[in-house]
């Protein structure tokens, strides 16, 4: 019996993420230093743990979640200035991605309009629900140009993503572009806002202004959950019952919701956490431009992309950095970003070793 022949035709290319397991076995393992994932290592660990014991001191895990993410729901209400209806929390900003597939991709000939380089989990989620998905590329120098985006829509277009600041790339696209696309497409808009804290400018102050708009943001990144798995979207009423009424009752789990509660309570802290971030991106990007050959591109981000000489292939440097015990991601096979890398910004101490190998390496290559 062949398994394979059961799966859904659709689904066979993902056979192929059976290498990415092994990676994300790998990283299971305490042995590497994080630089991969843009996870947040500036968040105070002392810190977090402290609001995690509260969080944890607050529920009973006999009982089931509060349904649909609730209590960080009136949290995130409260905090961002809008009605719960328009508020959507997920067991991470990936299950709203996933819901926002379902929901408007997964009927035969759905499209979504993704602007690339970017996110990989956009694509991912609209062929899992069955739609299609499309690519319209940024200028060479990343930026968003409206007129290309809009010029690509077609009868079938359902969503188009946005990731701004733009993983990997780093830079924020300007906002009037973004807003041009809101406003004249007429299509439902996910802009993903993952890293939008360390970043100079929000639209989510905009999203229940437009019925099309829907912001997306975690609190993987500048508060440092990851591991509990927290996002979510703010939008308009209509869109957001959608979405909800798609959901599973207890993706969210209680200590997520309880700790979204606190962090947002303890905003300022996270503040001064997101600063230290910003001030070690500067140092680290400051870094990479003095290593000879390598073009560091300017970030809004907690990470930051680079390019590096023809003399050092990519695939290899990442190999070499991922031997000595250090995760970067190569990025290399996305479109325009031939022979480029993408390193989380972390702690002081885990940036020099990465520039003090990545030096080595460049000029064991050279
Ligand atoms: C652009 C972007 N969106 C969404 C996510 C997913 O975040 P979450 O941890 O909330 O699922 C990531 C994670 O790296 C990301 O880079």
């Known amino acids: 019996m062949d398994i394979d022949e059961f799966v859904v035709e659709r689904l066979r290319p993902l056979l192929g993420e059976r290498k990415r397991t092994e990676t994300y076995f790998d990283l299971a393992g305490e042995r590497k230093v994080r630089m991969g994932l843009n996870e947040n290592l500036l968040v105070n660990r002392f810190f977090s ?63 979504a309009l993704i602007v690339d380089p970017t996110f990989e989990m956009y694509r991912f989620y609209a062929l899992l629900a069955g739609g299609r998905a499309r690519q319209v590329l940024t200028s060479r120098d990343f930026r968003l140009n409206a007129d290309s985006v ?17 993983n990997p790339t780093g830079r924020q696209f300007d906002r009037d572009e973004v807003l041009r696309v809101v406003e004249e ?13 360390f970043a100079p400018y929000s639209l989510s102050g905009e999203c229940t202004k437009y019925e099309n708009l829907l912001v997306l943001r975690t609190f993987s990144k500048a508060f440092g959950i990851a591991a509990l798995r927290a996002g979510y979207c703010l939008g308009n009423s209509r869109i957001i019952e959608w979405l909800r009424a798609a959901q599973s009752p207890f993706s969210v789990n209680s200590a997520a919701q309880q700790m979204v509660r606190l962090v947002l309570e303890n905003r300022k802290v996270y503040d001064s956490f997101v600063k230290q971030v910003i001030e070690e991106r500067n140092y680290l990007t400051a870094e990479l431009e003095m290593v000879p050959g ?12 680079f390019r590096l000489p023809d ?3 990519s695939k290899e440097v990442v190999r070499r950095l991922s ?12 479109p325009l970003l031939e022979n480029c890398v993408r390193v989380t910004v972390s702690t002081r101490e885990n940036n020099l070793k990465f520039i003090e190998r990545l030096k080595e390496v460049m000029g064991e290559l050279a």
């Open 49 to 111: 743990d402290t609001l995690l014991f509260e969080a944890v001191k607050r529920l009973d895990v006999r009982e089931y979640p509060p349904p649909k993410g609730w209590t960080a729901v009136r949290a995130i209400a409260e905090e961002m200035g809008v009605w719960e209806d328009e508020v959507l929390v997920g067991n991470g900003s990936d299950e709203i991605l996933d819901l926002v597939a379902k929901v408007f991709l997964s009927s035969d000939g759905c499209e």
């Open 323 to 334: 031997e000595s015990g250090l995760e970067v991601r190569d990025r290399g096979s996305l």
């Open 150 to 166: 809009l010029s690509e829509i077609g009868e079938d277009t359902k969503v188009i993503f946005i990731c701004s600041p733009n």
């Open 185 to 197: 497409s007429g299509r439902i808009v996910v802009l993903d806002e993952a890293y939008v804290d």
């Open 311 to 313: 003399s050092a292939p």
């Open 294 to 305: 390598v073009e560091a591109y300017e970030s809004d981000a907690n990470f930051i992309l």
